[in-house]
C-alpha cells in the first residue's frame, strides 16, 4: 500500500506539528505599533520516525542588510543534524542560523529561505521565539497551511487500468519560432516546449564527476569546468549538458571534506549551471549517488555512504537533498531535474511487481535495507517548494526498463514529467524491436529523454543506431560522458578537455554538428 507522500502527511501518534508558524519583528517605539522589520516563517515539511525537516523563510521588510542571524530555541530536546543554505550550529536548546556567503543581502522585500534536518522523541513542537540579528521576534497569528497538491492520506493500492489521456500532441500547422539560448522549458502533450510553445529536443553530453570526486576526497569536479572547456561542448553544438551530483556534498554531511562539501560545492554546482546556460545550453542537475547500505545482490558497493549508485534514493536525505535544489533553482525553468540516476529495485525485489511499487511509493521495499523515498516522493518534494522545473523520472534496470512506466507513473501537479531512459550496447532494452515495442508507447504520452547512451566498444556504431531510431522519433539524448577517460574506465567521449573526440565521441560530435548545419 502506498504511504502518504513524506511531505505532507503527519507521523501517526506523535503529535507533531506541521502547520507553518510565522513571526515579525516588531518596532521599539512605544505607543502605536511600528510596521514589521522582518517576517519568519518556521515548518515541518517532512517527517519520520524519530527525524523531520524544517525550513525557515526569513523576509526582510525593512531596510537592506548586508548579513542577518536567526535564532530559536528547540522546545523539546530536539537535536539539529545537518543545514543548508545558512551555516547551522546548535548549544543546549539553542540553535542558530547564519546567512552563507551568497544569500547574506537581503533588499527590502527580499527573502531568504534555509532548511535543516533535526532529530526528536517524544513531540516535536514548534519553537515559539525567533530572533534575527538579536531582535526577539513578536507571534503573528498562525497562517493557515497552504494546501500541497499531493495524493490523498488513503491512497489507491493499485494505479489506474488506462493512464490519463494527456492533452493533443500534435505540432500547431505553422511551429512557433524557438527561443534563443537555454529556454524555459514545459511539456506540452509529449513534447518538451519553450516559452513560446516551440518544440524542444535536449541533444548533448554528460559532465562526470560532481557525484564521485568530493566523496573521494579528491575535489568537486573531475577536471576544468572553466568557461572554455564549457565552450567547447558548445562547439560540438550540443544544446544540453547533464550534470550528474552527490547529495552528502549537497547537504554538506561531515564525512565528506569541508571544501568539496556544503556551501562550496552548491557554489561550484551553481556556477558550473550558470556557465552552462550562458553558452545558450539547458543544464540538467541530476542525483547520482546517495546515502544507504545495500549489500544485496548487485551492489556497488557495501558503504553506507553516498560513495557507489544505490537501488533506490533514501528517505532519509534524498527529499531533502531535492527540497534544497529545487530551492535553489525554481526560480529558473531552464534548469531541468532529473530524479535519480539509475533505479534497480528489480534486482533486489522478488518480482517485478514490487519492483515498481517501491519506485513509485517508496517505504520498506525487499532486499533493500534502508527506508527508501519513491518517485512519488521525489515529485512531492521538489513541488512542495514551488519549483515548476521539468523533471526527469527514470525507470528500472538501471533505468533500461520503461515497461511498466505509465502505469506506475508518479502524479506531478505541474504536468511537468518526462521519461528518462539510458542505454548501453550491453543493456537488455537494446535494440530497434525492443525501443518500439517499450519505448514508443511512452513517447508517445510523455516527453522521453535518453540520459545517457553509450558503448564499451570504443567506437560509435550502436550510439549511431540509438541517434537514428531516437530522430525518427523526434527524442532527446545525451551521450556518457564529456571525461578524459578511456574504454577501460567506462565510454569517454574526449581525450582532452578542448573537446578533441575519442574514436566513440567523434560518432556524436559528427552527429550533433550535422544536425546544426544550418
Same mark, same amino acid.
Given at each position: 500500500?502506498?504511504?502518504?507522500?513524506?511531505?505532507?502527511?503527519?507521523?501517526?501518534?506523535?503529535?507533531?506539528?506541521?502547520?507553518?508558524?510565522?513571526?515579525?519583528?516588531?518596532?521599539?517605539?512605544?505607543?502605536?505599533?511600528?510596521?514589521?522589520?522582518?517576517?519568519?516563517?518556521?515548518?515541518?515539511?517532512?517527517?519520520?520516525?524519530?527525524?523531520?525537516?524544517?525550513?525557515?523563510?526569513? =523576509?526582510?521588510?525593512?531596510?537592506?542588510?548586508?548579513?542577518?542571524?536567526?535564532?530559536?530555541?528547540?522546545?523539546?530536546?530536539?537535536?539539529?543534524?545537518?543545514?543548508?543554505?545558512?551555516?547551522?550550529?546548535?548549544? *543546549?536548546?539553542?540553535?542558530?542560523?547564519?546567512?552563507?556567503?551568497?544569500?547574506?543581502?537581503?533588499?527590502?522585500?527580499?527573502?531568504?529561505?534555509?532548511?535543516?534536518?533535526?532529530?526528536?522523541?517524544?513531540?516535536?513542537?514548534?519553537?515559539?521565539?525567533?530572533?534575527?540579528? *538579536?531582535?526577539?521576534?513578536?507571534?503573528?497569528?498562525?497562517?493557515?497551511?497552504?494546501?500541497? %497538491?499531493?495524493?490523498?492520506?488513503?491512497?489507491?493500492?493499485?494505479?489506474? =487500468?488506462? %493512464?490519463?489521456?494527456?492533452?493533443?500532441?500534435?505540432?500547431?500547422?505553422?511551429?512557433?519560432?524557438?527561443?534563443?539560448?537555454?529556454?524555459?522549458?514545459?511539456?506540452?502533450?509529449?513534447?518538451?516546449?519553450?516559452?513560446? *510553445?516551440?518544440?524542444?529536443?535536449?541533444?548533448?553530453?554528460?559532465?562526470?564527476?560532481?557525484?564521485?570526486?568530493?566523496?573521494?576526497?579528491?575535489?568537486?569536479?573531475?577536471?576544468?569546468?572553466?568557461?572554455?572547456?564549457?565552450?567547447?561542448?558548445?562547439?560540438?553544438?550540443?544544446?544540453?549538458?547533464?550534470?550528474?551530483?552527490?547529495?552528502?556534498?549537497?547537504?554538506?554531511?561531515?564525512?565528506?571534506? %569541508?571544501?568539496?562539501? *556544503?556551501?562550496?560545492?552548491?557554489?561550484?554546482?551553481?556556477?558550473?549551471?550558470?556557465?552552462?546556460?550562458?553558452?545558450?545550453?539547458?543544464?540538467?542537475?541530476?542525483?547520482?549517488?546517495?546515502?544507504?547500505?545495500?549489500?544485496?545482490?548487485?551492489?556497488?558497493?557495501?558503504?553506507?555512504?553516498?560513495?557507489?549508485?544505490?537501488?533506490?534514493?533514501? #528517505?532519509?536525505?534524498?527529499?531533502?537533498?531535492?527540497?534544497?535544489?529545487?530551492?535553489?533553482?525554481?526560480?529558473?525553468?531552464?534548469?531541468?531535474?532529473?530524479?535519480?540516476?539509475?533505479?534497480?529495485?528489480?534486482?533486489?525485489?522478488?518480482?517485478?511487481?514490487?519492483?515498481?511499487?517501491?519506485?513509485?511509493?517508496?517505504?520498506?521495499?525487499?532486499?533493500?535495507?534502508?527506508?527508501?523515498?519513491?518517485?512519488?516522493?521525489?515529485?512531492?518534494?521538489?513541488?512542495?517548494?514551488?519549483?515548476?522545473?521539468?523533471?526527469?523520472?527514470?525507470?528500472?534496470?538501471?533505468?533500461?526498463?520503461?515497461?511498466?512506466?505509465?502505469?506506475?507513473?508518479?502524479?506531478?501537479?505541474?504536468?511537468?514529467?518526462?521519461?528518462?531512459?539510458?542505454?548501453?550496447?550491453?543493456?537488455?532494452?537494446?535494440?530497434?524491436?525492443?525501443?518500439?515495442?517499450?519505448?514508443?508507447?511512452?513517447? #508517445?504520452?510523455?516527453?522521453?529523454?535518453?540520459?545517457?547512451?553509450?558503448?564499451?566498444?570504443?567506437?560509435?556504431?550502436?550510439?549511431?543506431?540509438?541517434?537514428?531510431?531516437?530522430?525518427?522519433?523526434?527524442?532527446?539524448?545525451?551521450?556518457?560522458?564529456?571525461?578524459?577517460?578511456?574504454?577501460?574506465?567506462?565510454?569517454?567521449?574526449?581525450?582532452?578537455?578542448?573537446?578533441?573526440?575519442?574514436?566513440?565521441?567523434?560518432?556524436?560530435?559528427?552527429?550533433?554538428?550535422?544536425?546544426?548545419?544550418?
Amino acid at each position: 500500500m502506498r504511504h502518504p507522500p513524506r511531505l505532507t502527511a503527519l507521523l501517526a501518534g506523535a503529535a507533531l506539528t506541521a502547520a507553518s508558524t510565522a513571526l515579525a519583528v516588531s518596532g521599539t517605539a512605544s505607543g502605536a505599533a511600528a510596521a514589521p522589520l522582518c517576517t519568519v516563517q518556521y515548518s515541518v515539511t517532512g517527517s519520520w520516525s524519530g527525524g523531520f525537516q524544517g525550513a525557515v523563510t526569513v =523576509t526582510n521588510n525593512g531596510p537592506a542588510v548586508s548579513s542577518w542571524r536567526l535564532g530559536f530555541d528547540f522546545p523539546a530536546g530536539q537535536v539539529l543534524g545537518q543545514g543548508w543554505g545558512a551555516t547551522w550550529s546548535q548549544s *543546549g536548546a539553542a540553535v542558530t542560523a547564519v546567512n552563507e556567503s551568497w544569500n547574506g543581502s537581503l533588499a527590502t522585500g527580499a527573502a531568504a529561505t534555509t532548511g535543516f534536518l533535526a532529530s526528536w522523541s517524544g513531540s516535536n513542537p514548534a519553537p515559539s521565539t525567533f530572533t534575527l540579528n *538579536g531582535i526577539v521576534c513578536d507571534q503573528d497569528p498562525v497562517p493557515s497551511p497552504t494546501p500541497t %497538491p499531493t495524493s490523498p492520506t488513503t491512497p489507491p493500492t493499485t494505479p489506474p =487500468t488506462t %493512464p490519463p489521456t494527456p492533452p493533443p500532441t500534435t505540432p500547431p500547422t505553422t511551429p512557433p519560432t524557438p527561443v534563443t539560448g537555454a529556454p524555459q522549458l514545459g511539456v506540452t502533450g509529449n513534447r518538451l516546449t519553450d516559452q513560446n *510553445g516551440a518544440t524542444r529536443r535536449l541533444l548533448g553530453v554528460n559532465r562526470s564527476g560532481g557525484e564521485f570526486m568530493c566523496v573521494q576526497g579528491y575535489g568537486i569536479f573531475d577536471g576544468p569546468v572553466d568557461d572554455a572547456s564549457v565552450q567547447a561542448v558548445a562547439d560540438w553544438k550540443a544544446n544540453a549538458v547533464r550534470i550528474p551530483l552527490n547529495e552528502e556534498c549537497w547537504l554538506g554531511l561531515t564525512n565528506i571534506k %569541508p571544501e568539496y562539501r *556544503g556551501a562550496n560545492y552548491v557554489s561550484a554546482v551553481r556556477d558550473l549551471v550558470d556557465r552552462v546556460i550562458a553558452h545558450g545550453m539547458t543544464p540538467i542537475v541530476e542525483l547520482h549517488w546517495t546515502y544507504g547500505q545495500y549489500t544485496g545482490n548487485s551492489a556497488g558497493c557495501a558503504d553506507v555512504h553516498a560513495s557507489c549508485q544505490k537501488p533506490m534514493p533514501d #528517505a532519509r536525505y534524498t527529499p531533502a537533498f531535492w527540497t534544497s535544489v529545487a530551492e535553489t533553482f525554481k526560480n529558473d525553468r531552464r534548469v531541468v531535474f532529473d530524479l535519480f540516476n539509475e533505479p534497480y529495485p528489480d534486482r533486489a525485489a522478488p518480482t517485478a511487481a514490487q519492483a515498481w511499487t517501491c519506485w513509485r511509493d517508496g517505504g520498506n521495499c525487499p532486499g533493500i535495507g534502508y527506508e527508501v523515498a519513491g518517485m512519488q516522493d521525489l515529485v512531492d518534494a521538489v513541488r512542495a517548494t514551488g519549483a515548476q522545473n521539468v523533471l526527469l523520472v527514470p525507470g528500472l534496470a538501471y533505468a533500461n526498463d520503461l515497461s511498466q512506466w505509465l502505469a506506475h507513473a508518479p502524479a506531478d501537479p505541474a504536468g511537468r514529467v518526462a521519461a528518462a531512459w539510458h542505454v548501453y550496447n550491453f543493456n537488455t532494452c537494446a535494440d530497434e524491436t525492443c525501443w518500439t515495442g517499450t519505448l514508443a508507447p511512452v513517447a #508517445a504520452r510523455v516527453p522521453l529523454v535518453a540520459g545517457e547512451i553509450g558503448e564499451n566498444t570504443c567506437g560509435h556504431a550502436f550510439v549511431d543506431r540509438v541517434m537514428k531510431w531516437f530522430d525518427e522519433h523526434g527524442l532527446s539524448y545525451l551521450g556518457w560522458t564529456w571525461n578524459t577517460w578511456n574504454c577501460a574506465s567506462g565510454p569517454a567521449l574526449i581525450t582532452s578537455y578542448d573537446g578533441t573526440p575519442t574514436s566513440f565521441g567523434i560518432g556524436l560530435r559528427d552527429h550533433l554538428r550535422s544536425l546544426n548545419a544550418n
